[in-house]
């Protein structure tokens, strides 16, 4: 089955920018989609199809894809971007969906 | 409002079957799939399954075929996710999400049901 290698944790200053991977065989040839979780709440989906974003999350968080890395990176990091997040892809060999291990992101 | 509302937590003891259940509003519920994903605590999120309550196309992961049945009744526009017979192993968070796009972001989640099972 198809498997997503997440860091277990990434720590950053604020204002700094936090860059999460997501290891995946030829994961560039997939849409990656990523979820922040912060304690006791749902997951929210922050960017899909790689490096598009919803309606209502900021700017600061952006995405990109390729080879066999996907990153999100969050750029002027504030003490609110603190939580555990996910990649997220569909395997369309097995036609299933797979989540990444998760990252935690500790502010500093 | 795109909402997704999980009914209520649940204890139970091992052995005893469960139905929890996933309501949709806001949205053509038919037109939309409706993914299961588990979170143990203190763990990462595992998808479970996913419905596709127009036609009831079901896909299960590996790791839940047979320890889970998915249906949908979309006269009520609601999913459901249930067991016939619960280990202690089954104690955890279950959301339900909304699923859509060619590769099927969940863009909208309920609130979460705890099943905890414990003699």
């Known amino acids: 089955s198809y498997v997503l290698t997440q860091p277990p944790s990434v720590s950053v200053a604020p204002g700094q920018t936090a860059r999460i991977t997501c290891g995946g065989n030829n994961i560039g040839s997939k849409s990656v989609h990523w979820y922040q979780q912060k304690p006791g709440q749902a997951p929210v989906l922050v960017v899909y199809d790689d490096s598009d974003r919803p309606s209502g999350i900021p700017e600061r968080f952006s995405g990109s894809n390729s080879g066999n890395t996907a990153t999100l990176t969050i750029s002027r990091v504030e003490a609110g971007d603190e939580a555990d997040y996910y990649c997220q892809v569909w395997d369309s060999s097995s036609d299933h969906y797979v989540f990444g291990t998760g990252t935690k992101v500790t502010v500093l | 409002e795109v909402q997704l509302v999980q009914s209520g937590a649940e204890v139970k003891k091992p052995g005893e079957s469960l139905k929890i259940s996933c309501k949709g509003s806001?949205?053509?519920?038919?037109?939309?799939?409706i993914g299961w994903v588990r979170q143990m605590p203190g763990k990462g999120l595992e998808w479970m399954g996913i419905i596709y309550p127009g036609d009831s196309d079901t896909r299960y992961s590996p790791s839940f075929q047979g320890q889970v049945t998915i249906s949908a009744d979309k006269s009520i526009s609601t999913a459901y996710l249930q067991w016939s017979s619960l280990k202690a192993s089954d104690t955890a968070m279950y959301y339900c999400?909304?699923?859509?796009?060619?590769?099927?972001?969940?863009?909208?989640w309920g609130q979460g049901t705890l099943v905890t099972v414990s003699s």
């Open positions: 806001g949205y053509s519920f038919t037109s939309y799939w």
């Open positions: 999400a909304r699923g859509v796009g060619a590769t099927v972001e969940f863009d909208y």
